[in-house]
């Protein structure tokens, strides 16, 4: 089934950009894998190369830098690793304060980054989970 069918919610709320850049690794994917979760990571791990989750939707990198936000996006396929939920743990403090301040995440002037990671990988969970029930 083509990309623009199978497009999660979180994708139908981002800009262009990202669903043109999901839909065409997805694509690809089915084309090589065939339908099903794998043609979905491969989508997902192409998105993460260039963009980042802010809430309910994905929004390209700071400074339109690309590369694996994540150590599993970073990773082979057949080895293990942590997904960071779309958050960029590749960027500056500063942008993820920024984002912090974007999401109203209480306590962020007196969080490390980790604890900033955390926290907005919380909000983007609860703001997705709003806007799907919406």
Known sequence: MP?????PSTLERSSRDA???WIKAHDSAVDQYGEGERAHRVAYGALKHTHEKVGD????KEGGRKG???PQSARPRQQPGRSGEGV???ATKEHLY????QLDIDGRSRMSKPELLDAIRRANRS????ARTS
């Open 98 to 101: 920024d984002l912090a301040r």
């Open 88 to 90: 960029d743990e590749q």
């Open 57 to 60: 939707h994905w929004e390209r």
């Open 68 to 70: 694996p936000s994540d």
């Open 3 to 7: 990309g623009r069918q199978e497009l």
């Open 19 to 21: 669903q043109r850049t």
């Open 127 to 130: 703001r997705t989970r709003e």
